[in-house]
């Protein structure tokens, strides 16, 4: 081989062995990622709770009092189904990866009127919420049927969220409000964090994540019920669309263990992978 020739075969060799390198940090940073998500806690209890999504008619989901309504009555017909122990509804099924950001305005951390304000991630639940799913209140009070349409504006933030804002102080009466809206919200609560969007988190732009209650919430298209049984799961996710139809004339759709959104959220990523 001419000296050409063999500079041009080292060449190679150099660059293949870049590549395989490159290759290798990916595989092992993906493999990281994977096994980081595989036991990531998400915040909630997963075991023996049943998820499933309504959907009212337009001329209820338009009306905060008609969803409120029909929220009750749902409840009221689910939780005598024996071996339920709890139910509650959120704005969205976590996991969902649907967008749920809202701008605020944070009173004691202000921002010029041009400058980005503060993106939160929002979920409207119902008082029963955290009982249901076991995500532990840190601080403060949670949500009460005293929480109504026309009472003062409250909100509770998550531990994340307290550490970000104020660290070292107590979160507590601090007040928040979306930028369309004059009245400000108190945080009478901190939760632990919970995996709403993903299993990775937030997305990166996101500046907290909070809940608000249903009876304050602007009214969600969809409503997502969530049950905890006491008892196998199956029979209740079988009869469920009946007892739904028996008070409301809305669809039910994705009615799954709540162990299986989560299974579902690590399988997505590895597939892609």
């Not at 075991?47 to 905060?64: M, Q, R």
């Not at 009070?141 to 005293?146: C, D, I, L, Q, Y």
């Not at 609560?189 to 995996?195: E, F, I, K, L, R």
């Not at 709403?196 to 209650?213: A, F, M, N, Q």
Request: charged residues 20%.
């Amino acid at each position: 081989l001419s000296r050409m020739g063999l500079r041009t075969d080292a060449a190679l060799v150099t660059c293949e062995a870049a590549f395989a390198t490159i290759l290798l940090v990916g595989a092992v940073l993906l493999l990281h990622s994977f096994w980081a998500m595989l036991h990531a806690a998400p915040g909630y209890r997963v075991e023996s709770v049943v998820t499933a999504e309504l959907s009212p008619s337009p001329a209820i989901s338009s009306s905060l009092d008609k969803t409120v309504a029909l929220y009750q009555a749902v409840r009221e017909k689910v939780a005598s189904y024996p071996g339920v122990q709890n139910v509650a509804a959120m704005s969205r099924l976590p996991l969902s990866s649907e967008i749920a950001a809202i701008t605020f305005a944070i009173e004691d951390h202000p921002r010029p009127a041009q400058a980005p304000q503060f993106v939160l991630w929002t979920t409207a639940v119902t008082p029963e919420h955290l009982d249901t799913l076991g995500i532990r209140l840190l601080r403060g009070r949670g949500f009460t049927e005293s929480d109504a349409k026309n009472s003062a504006q409250v909100v509770l933030i998550s531990r994340s969220m307290a550490r970000k804002f104020w660290p070292g102080a107590n979160p507590i009466s601090r007040r928040l409000r979306p930028l369309w809206q004059k009245e400000w919200r108190t945080v009478v609560g901190v939760v632990d964090d919970v995996m709403t969007y993903s299993l990775t988190g937030p997305p990166e732009w996101v500046d907290g994540e909070i809940y608000v209650p249903l009876t304050q919430a602007e009214p969600p298209r969809n409503l997502a019920l969530v049950a905890r049984m006491g008892s196998d799961p199956s029979a209740y996710e079988r009869s469920l669309p009946a007892m739904v139809r028996e008070v409301c004339a809305c669809a039910v759709s994705k009615i799954a263990p709540m162990n299986k959104l989560v299974s579902g959220a690590i399988a997505a990523p590895a597939s892609a992978a």
